[in-house]
């Protein structure tokens, strides 16, 4: 009875462990470039991914949970340079993003929410801070051109 007890606990963690197993997954382009690289498990991607142009400079990278954009990521331009990077909870953008220039500076940065402008806007030129808006649902409903306006109508502690 114990031995038939111990083989089938056996087989059992045999079958869990072939079909769970978290495996490292590449795919190329047709010009033998590496298209993407991450984890998978029962081919759905998890834990850190990166994503590739044909040129082979990176697209983005970030990571997954159960086939789903999770936690930080950046975005990158076919230059290599930074076009954006954010917070995202179950492939939905959230928190705050920033947005960058050519020139690889913030140009702004946006609170998100259900992939939408949702909150503060920050416009900056030369990296100096001209204008701030605030959002809801994706519709602007006020725009602050100095800072001490902003300060009197707003809290500093939304900005957080």
Do not use: P
């Not at 978290?22 to 850190?48: C, S």
């Not at 954009?69 to 959230?94: L, M, Q, R, V």
């Not at 946006?110 to 920050?122: D, E, F, H, V, W």
């Amino acid at each position: 009875m114990l031995r038939k007890t111990v083989f089938c606990f056996s087989l059992l963690f045999v079958c869990f462990a072939t079909f769970c197993q978290k495996k490292y997954h590449k795919e190329y382009f047709k010009n033998g470039q590496l298209k993407k690289e991450g984890w998978t498990i029962n081919n759905n991607k998890t834990a850190y991914w990166k994503f590739y142009y044909q040129n082979g400079n990176l697209k983005k990278e970030g990571h997954f949970l159960d086939n789903l954009e999770t936690n930080y990521w950046y975005f990158y331009a076919k230059d290599s340079s930074k076009e954006k990077e954010g917070h995202f909870k179950k492939g939905i953008k959230t928190n705050w993003w920033l947005f960058y220039d050519n020139n690889g500076f913030v140009n702004h940065k946006c609170q998100l929410k259900n992939n939408q402008k949702n909150g503060y806007c920050l416009i900056y030129k030369r990296r100096k801070l001209i204008r701030a808006s605030k959002f809801k649902n994706g519709k602007k409903i006020k725009e602050w051109t100095d800072f001490s306006s902003f300060k009197s109508e707003n809290s500093l502690n939304d900005l957080k």
